[in-house]
């Protein structure tokens, strides 16, 4: 799984490489906080579109050449984001890197399940998930690190080496896996899965839950250069280190085999309610521990899910992932906006209050589907 695990953190490296420096861009362009978040917005809701692109064009023509062609496909938006001359221009580029992710991301979880879960099941999923967090890490501390070096242009641009890296890796060692089972109607398809029970329990919880993290770390980086704590750009780019928590992700995937990717994800989004009310208070400690159990939950709950959405169906498996990955991006979009709406009219208590009752609704959504899969 090497070269497609690099492969993986070069795109998830390049997604969020504006989120640690959201208030250089602010300073840069003259925009608020609110506005700034587009930036990530902007990325995750072209993902949401390009899902639609990528999913079923790898049931029909190969997971394989849609992985390497969107990885080529994103080197030169990356470059060009890093010459932005405006905030327009830079959302402009920004949209056009969401719109090549798809062709890996979306394409990554039937990929994975059907190259290496036979073997290997969850722990397939799990080395996956580990590896976006990876490349989440290295794009947003790498980027906030080099930004401080060398100013936010470089850092922003710099990192199109990793897709680039990712895409020669991947060219020499990526399996071909058969083509997919699908339907000879996209729209029977596509009717088959809104209603299948098992996938949407999936969507309610990866939805949830990535809304709720993009919200928490694309605002948390201006509660720390704000008193008490008072912290530059770097230093308060390494709460991003609590992204090392998501190399359970191998563990988790083993633990879903084991009990079920549902209870799994039942209690992560438990745990993340808890990790956002402890984050409240204006204690570093508190505020740290109650992030790292954020994080912990995303990247657990989205492994579940994400097995979740492997095990729904055998037939349309782009296309399941595409619906699953459109809401899952969308929700991610709106996590990116809303929150700092929150955040300048309340402050901190209301970027968590709002995660907490997204994630509250999430929960409801689960339940209610399991009980209706009972019934």
Do not use: H
């Not at 055998?314 to 990116?336: I, M, N, P, Q």
Request: proline residues 5%; hydrophobic residues 55%; aromatic residues 10%.
């Amino acid at each position: 799984m090497a070269g497609f695990l690099l492969g993986a953190a070069g795109m998830f490296a390049t997604m969020y490489s504006t989120q640690a420096i959201l208030p250089e861009l602010g300073r840069e362009f003259g925009i608020s906080p609110a506005e700034a978040g587009l930036s990530v917005s902007v990325v995750v809701l072209a993902l949401a579109v390009g899902a639609w692109v990528w999913g079923p064009l790898s049931d029909r023509y190969g997971r394989r050449r849609a992985i390497l062609l969107a990885s080529g496909l994103l080197v030169l938006p990356t470059i060009a984001t890093g010459l932005a001359p405006t905030f327009p221009v830079l959302l402009l580029f920004r949209a056009l890197q969401g719109l090549c992710m798809p062709g890996l991301l979306t394409v990554g979880v039937p990929y994975v399940m059907e190259a290496f879960g036979p073997a290997v099941g969850g722990l397939a999923m799990g080395s996956y998930v580990a590896a976006l967090v990876a490349g989440g890490l290295l794009g947003r501390v790498g980027v906030a690190l080099l930004s401080a070096a060398f100013g936010w242009r470089w850092a922003v641009g710099g990192i199109a080496v990793l897709p680039a890296a990712g895409m020669l890796v991947m060219r020499v060692a990526l399996p071909s896996v058969p083509l997919a089972t699908r339907s000879e109607s996209r729209r029977a398809g596509l009717r088959s899965q809104l209603r299948n029970p098992r996938l949407l329990q999936a969507i309610a919880v990866g939805s949830g839950l990535f809304f709720t993290f993009v919200g928490t770390f694309s605002y948390v980086v201006f509660r720390l250069e704000r008193p008490p704590f008072g912290y530059g750009t770097a230093t308060g780019s390494l709460v991003f280190l609590l992204w090392v928590t998501g190399v359970a992700g191998p563990f988790v995937g083993r633990l879903a085999d084991r009990i079920g990717w549902r209870r799994v994800a039942l209690v992560s989004l438990g745990f993340a309610s808890t990790g956002l009310l402890m984050s409240i208070p204006s204690f570093l400690p508190t505020l740290v521990l109650g992030l790292a159990c954020v994080t912990a939950a995303m990247f657990a709950g989205v492994t579940a899910a994400q097995l979740g959405v492997s095990e729904s169906t055998a037939t349309d498996r782009g296309l399941a992932s595409a619906l699953y990955f459109s809401l899952y991006y969308g929700a991610g979009a709106l996590g990116g906006y809303l929150p700092g709406l929150a955040w300048q009219a309340w402050g901190w208590n209301g970027v968590a209050l709002v995660g907490v009752g997204v994630l509250g609704a999430a929960t409801l959504a689960l339940l209610a589907t399991m009980v209706a899969s009972k019934g």
